[in-house]
């Protein structure tokens, strides 16, 4: 059973609070009812908004940890870690990076993104216990998510990350959290009351994907891993991705499709160096100590005079 300070505890977040203008959506025609959820779910980006400065913060000492050598680790429960695991998973093909630049971990393990292990949130030291089989390092950057703010698996793992001098972020989903207050820097964006009262894969969940895509794809770009607006660094590991990878060197260069695909060829299929090759006019050995030597970062290759 709950204890009363968790009911009254819950009973003090906007995120579990009923929402006034759902009240009556079970009698909604359907059509209704998605116009209803639709108004909802506008909140959202506005609340994200409203903590940029606070999600910029996060991604400088993201940047930061990637130049050290360290990581960016996600931790979650149920949805928010399924979440956070998403965002993980797609760095790799999207940018290229190791899989374990980017982690992603959820109470109650990997079985927890298929079918829910509830009570693997309540203990505090499985957070702990699952960063210290990352081998943890100071060099790291750890997110806490929680649309609650208050997960005890989230809370034990920011309280020991902070013990040894890793960076440490809270994604929540009401202001003044208890992950918040846990943590070095605190993202909250307030989307309010759910249209379903609890339910926060919906408002909380999107606002945490919204602020997730930042934290990675912004990071990703920092480090050098888009020029332009192109993922230069995608991995093309399918017919559809070496399709893109061709497109991308078509757009960056203005070459044909045979051109491209001749620079792809030359350059070991590596995106970046093929359009430098093609930009540049160097040859591969060469583009590729230019690229070294600028931190892999295309746009200042290219305009290297």
Do not use: W
Request: glycine share 8%; with cysteine; charged share 15%.
């Amino acid at each position: 059973m709950p204890t009363p300070n968790l009911l009254r505890d819950l009973a003090k977040l906007a995120s579990e609070g009923r929402n006034p203008d759902t009240l009556h959506i079970d009698r909604q025609s359907t059509l209704d009812m998605l116009t209803t959820m639709n108004a909802q779910d506008s909140q959202v980006p506005r609340a994200v908004a409203r903590v940029l400065p606070a999600i910029a913060a996060a991604v400088d000492h993201i940047v930061t940890a990637f130049q050290q050598g360290g990581r960016l680790i996600y931790m979650g429960a149920g949805t928010s870690g399924r979440l956070g695991v998403l965002d993980a998973s797609e760095c790799p093909p999207t940018f290229s990076v190791p899989a374990d630049m980017v982690i992603g971990l959820i109470a109650g393990g990997p079985e927890a993104m298929f079918r829910a292990q509830e009570g693997a949130e309540d203990n505090p030291q499985l957070g702990a216990d699952d960063l210290q089989q990352l081998t943890l390092t100071a060099r790291d950057v750890v997110v806490g998510i929680a649309a609650s703010g208050r997960t005890p698996y989230v809370l034990g793992g920011l309280h020991y990350a902070r013990s040894i001098g890793a960076t440490t972020v809270a994604l929540a989903c009401n202001s003044g959290s208890a992950i918040g207050k846990a943590a070095d820097i605190a993202i909250e964006p307030e989307v309010g009351p759910e249209v379903i009262t609890g339910s926060t894969r919906l408002k909380s969940g999107t606002a945490q994907k919204l602020v997730l895509n930042m934290l990675s794809t912004a990071s990703m770009i920092r480090i050098g891993k888009v020029y332009q607006n192109l993922m230069v660094d995608l991995n093309a590991s399918n017919l559809k991705l070496q399709a893109r990878a061709q497109r991308i060197v078509m757009q960056a260069t203005e070459v044909s499709e045979t051109q491209a695909a001749a620079a792809l060829s030359a350059a070991d299929n590596n995106v970046k160096l093929a359009i430098l090759m093609l930009l540049s006019g160097l040859d591969k050995a060469t583009a590729q100590a230019r690229l070294q030597q600028h931190q892999g970062v295309l746009s200042k290759a290219v305009t290297e005079e």
